[in-house]
């Protein structure tokens, strides 16, 4: 039983990536990876492949969580061993990000090797992540917050905040839209 469930897993994650990556074909992807296993809002689009941690056992699997109304561009990595990504409602992801929940020590000790250590990934409603991002282990990304493409994030992103580079820095706070009372169309 286990087999068959594990068979079903890699086979509803290898036609979903191998999905043609434009039109109604995008949400379908959404739906194969749902059938996997993956907790996935509706009205999800998913410009393929993702790219899954290899094992696609089910605890990777499950610890992938998105929300409503997502966007994920071409080539999202999502690496969740041991770990949990989980990602809000209305998030845009650029296309080549990576989100990576495992990092090493960075002593080398004999017979232990640099270990590893796995550490959950947050990312807020409204959030936008621009292409070529990379998301490190215990990163919470606050609500309506922008990394700018190419940024390397390895600590917490206040909401409201623009953050960019190598390592990523605040940029910038992002102003609020004013509330827009008895607004003419």
Known sequence: MKLLTAFKR???????????????????????????????????????????????????????SIGDNVYLNAQTRLACRNSRISIGDDVQVGPRVSFETATHGIVFEPEIGRGTDHQEIRVGNKVWIGAGA??????????????AAGSVVTRDVPAHTLVGGVPARKIR??????HRHGAIA
Do not use: C, Q, W
């Open 10 to 64: 890699h086979l509803f994650i290898t036609v979903g990536n191998t999905l043609p990556t434009y039109g109604p074909f995008n949400r379908l992807r959404a739906s194969m990876f749902r059938k996997a296993g993956m907790a996935i809002g509706r009205d999800v689009t998913i410009i393929g492949p993702l790219n899954l941690e290899l094992s696609l056992n089910e605890e990777t699997i499950r610890g992938i």
């Open 134 to 147: 990379t998301i490190l282990p215990g990163v919470t990304i606050h609500e309506a917050a922008v990394v």
């Open 173 to 178: 706070d992002i102003e609020r839209p004013a």
